[in-house]
């Protein structure tokens, strides 16, 4: 029987912490236009994805999204929001990182990289997918579901861009 990990108390405290930090990173806003925000918990999402691997993504993603929902009063996402981002974030960690943090292996070239902007592509179209399906249902309205694709798509293309300027030096950081 293959031997499986299990998780820590560690693996939690970290897991709590990232979810933290990814409430109060969704709380950040940017101002795109007139009435567009984008906001950075995608950024954070992704930046733990590809430094830490897809269980704590998964975790800090469901827990630190919903907690901001159910506090920010957006209470009708919130075990969308759960599903969605913790799904995202087992989806980045898994293609660009693994399961499990480990070591940063010295890798030829960028392969880590394009793994890193496929697993962020794989989670932003899950992501568009998943609340569309959330708009629909809490609204009732399928135009307004679709009206909201834009500001969705601009923040996961700024959390890509952020996550992959951030990336290769937090990757050095967390395993020395």
């Known amino acids: 029987m293959a031997n499986k990990r299990m998780l820590t108390t560690r693996d939690i405290v970290y897991s709590g912490v990232l979810a933290a930090i990814c409430a109060m990173a969704t709380s950040l806003k940017i101002p795109f236009g007139v009435g567009a925000m984008v906001h950075l918990g995608t950024a954070f999402l992704y ?3 590809i430094c830490f691997g897809g269980v704590y993504a998964g975790l800090a993603g469901a827990i630190g999204s919903a907690f901001y929902d159910l506090l920010m009063g957006f209470s009708p996402y919130t075990a969308w929001s759960f599903v969605i981002k913790g799904v995202a974030g087992l989806i980045i960690g898994f293609v660009a990182k693994g399961l ?10 960028h392969s880590w990289m394009w793994r890193a902007v496929l697993g ?3 989670a932003a179209a899950w992501t ?4 569309i399906v959330a708009w629909w249902q809490v609204t009732g309205s399928l135009a307004i579901a679709f009206s909201n694709i834009p500001g969705s798509l601009l923040t996961s293309g700024v959390g890509i861009v952020v996550a992959l300027l951030l990336s290769p030096k937090l990757r050095k950081i967390v395993y020395r």
Do not use: D, K, Q, S
């Open 47 to 49: 930046t733990v994805g």
């Open 100 to 109: 499990w943090p480990a070591p940063v292996i010295r890798e030829t070239g």
């Open 120 to 122: 962020c592509l794989l």
């Open 128 to 131: 568009l997918g998943g609340y």
